[in-house]
């Protein structure tokens, strides 16, 4: 037993007893039918859960390094510890967007492992749940994750650190803690925008609709805050296009697809043209919106590319935190 060594370093402790082992077969001390110490004797050394000894025997047995044997305890079956990437990716739900970012994402890792995607929803039971069930299965973890204090403390303090990779949703704690690939909300959209000023500047107002309160729509809504700021434009927000007058002269900048549709009805109703009376602009490209009302403008990151650079991320085990950078789609509605 004296190859593990069991630490308060912030590494989970079932993972230090699952690298040790590792390592002793990676070094040679531990061969080929070698007895491992029983659950009880782990946990007594140790002092260590039930729990935490089982969760490190069973991710050795599902990679097929150890074998158990009722009566007789746990051995060492395989000397051939290289394993192929096995991915838990938890995204908070589905768009068509996302589907562009898993297919890219899985055609990257194809060839090098599995990927295994899950959906928490936005709720916190949900994605602990998840979290706490996927421990020990897989080489790596991919999140999207929900920005709260107890659920960053819940997730550091439940995966191996080495082994989390964050995308595009997180906290800038976690962004300080682990390699990401992430949009830069605030600032893509400002820069976006001034980009095209000539385009904009024909509008007199920035109507953000939205009535979403999560961090990211938040960040966005900053970065439009401060780009009407900065070129003397009226803004303002709201919540319901249904309960607002639409004005001549307004730019509407839109997350929801469901607020797109009602906003391009309201426009027929009252006979405004799209584009010449009152401009458009949606977050997050999709292929609908290529054609919908003659093309909609939006704003949007490239799903593919960040898929890509997140495998990549895994692949070779690196560190760095990358932001993949929005670009403006201009069409007919502005």
Same mark, same amino acid.
């Given at each position: 037993?004296?190859?593990?060594?069991?630490?308060?370093?912030?590494?989970?402790?079932?993972?230090?007893?699952?690298?040790?082992?590792? +390592?002793?077969? +990676?070094?040679?001390?531990?061969?080929?039918?070698?007895?491992?110490?029983?659950?009880?004797?782990?946990?007594?050394?140790?002092?260590?859960?039930?729990?935490?000894?089982?969760?490190?025997?069973?991710?050795?047995?599902?990679?097929?390094?150890?074998?158990?044997?009722?009566?007789?305890?746990?051995?060492?079956?395989?000397?051939?510890?290289?394993?192929?990437?096995?991915?838990?990716?938890?995204?908070?739900?589905?768009?068509?967007?996302? +589907?562009?970012?898993?297919?890219?994402?899985?055609?990257?890792?194809?060839?090098?492992?599995?990927?295994?995607?899950?959906?928490?929803?936005?709720?916190?039971?949900?994605?602990?749940?998840?979290?706490?069930?996927?421990?020990?299965?897989?080489?790596?973890?991919?999140?999207?994750?929900? +920005?709260?204090?107890?659920?960053?403390?819940?997730?550091?303090?439940?995966?191996?650190?080495?082994?989390?990779?964050?995308?595009?949703?997180?906290?800038?704690?976690?962004?300080?803690?682990?390699?990401?690939?992430?949009?830069?909300?605030?600032?893509?959209?400002?820069?976006?925008?001034?980009?095209?000023?000539?385009?904009?500047?024909?509008?007199?107002?920035?109507?953000?609709?939205?009535?979403?309160?999560?961090?990211?729509?938040?960040?966005?809504?900053?970065?439009?805050?401060?780009?009407?700021?900065?070129?003397?434009?009226?803004?303002?927000?709201?919540?319901?296009?249904?309960?607002?007058?639409?004005?001549?002269?307004?730019?509407?900048?839109?997350?929801?697809?469901?607020?797109?549709?009602?906003?391009?009805?309201?426009?027929?109703?009252?006979?405004?043209?799209?584009?010449?009376?009152?401009?458009?602009?949606?977050?997050?490209?999709?292929?609908?919106?290529?054609?919908?009302?003659?093309?909609?403008?939006?704003?949007?990151?490239?799903?593919?590319?960040?898929?890509?650079?997140?495998?990549?991320?895994?692949?070779?085990?690196?560190?760095?935190?990358?932001?993949?950078?929005?670009?403006?789609?201009?069409?007919?509605?502005?």
């Amino acid at each position: 037993m004296d190859f593990i060594n069991i630490r308060n370093n912030g590494t989970p402790k079932y993972q230090q007893l699952v690298d040790a082992i590792l +390592e002793g077969v +990676e070094n040679g001390s531990l061969k080929v039918n070698d007895k491992l110490p029983s659950l009880n004797a782990l946990m007594k050394k140790f002092n260590l859960s039930q729990d935490t000894v089982l969760n490190a025997y069973n991710h050795l047995k599902s990679r097929g390094v150890i074998s158990s044997s009722v009566g007789k305890g746990y051995f060492i079956l395989n000397d051939n510890i290289i394993e192929k990437h096995k991915l838990f990716v938890l995204f908070d739900n589905f768009t068509l967007y996302k +589907e562009n970012l898993y297919n890219s994402l899985n055609q990257e890792i194809k060839e090098e492992g599995t990927v295994d995607l899950f959906f928490h929803h936005n709720n916190a039971s949900l994605y602990k749940k998840l979290i706490s069930d996927a421990v020990g299965n897989y080489t790596s973890y991919i999140i999207m994750s929900i +920005e709260d204090p107890n659920l960053d403390k819940f997730l550091i303090e439940s995966l191996p650190p080495k082994s989390v990779y964050l995308l595009d949703l997180a906290s800038d704690k976690l962004k300080k803690k682990y390699p990401f690939v992430a949009q830069n909300f605030e600032k893509d959209v400002f820069k976006c925008l001034n980009s095209n000023i000539n385009l904009i500047k024909k509008y007199s107002r920035i109507r953000f609709l939205n009535s979403s309160e999560r961090p990211h729509i938040l960040r966005i809504k900053k970065g439009l805050k401060s780009f009407s700021k900065n070129k003397n434009l009226k803004f303002n927000a709201i919540a319901d296009i249904t309960k607002s007058k639409i004005l001549k002269g307004d730019l509407y900048f839109v997350i929801n697809d469901r607020d797109l549709i009602k906003l391009i009805d309201k426009c027929k109703e009252e006979k405004l043209s799209i584009g010449q009376d009152i401009g458009i602009i949606s977050y997050n490209e999709t292929e609908l919106k290529k054609v919908i009302h003659n093309g909609i403008t939006t704003v949007s990151t490239d799903f593919k590319l960040m898929g890509k650079s997140i495998a990549q991320l895994v692949l070779t085990k690196s560190r760095n935190r990358i932001y993949n950078e929005a670009s403006l789609h201009i069409r007919d509605s502005i």
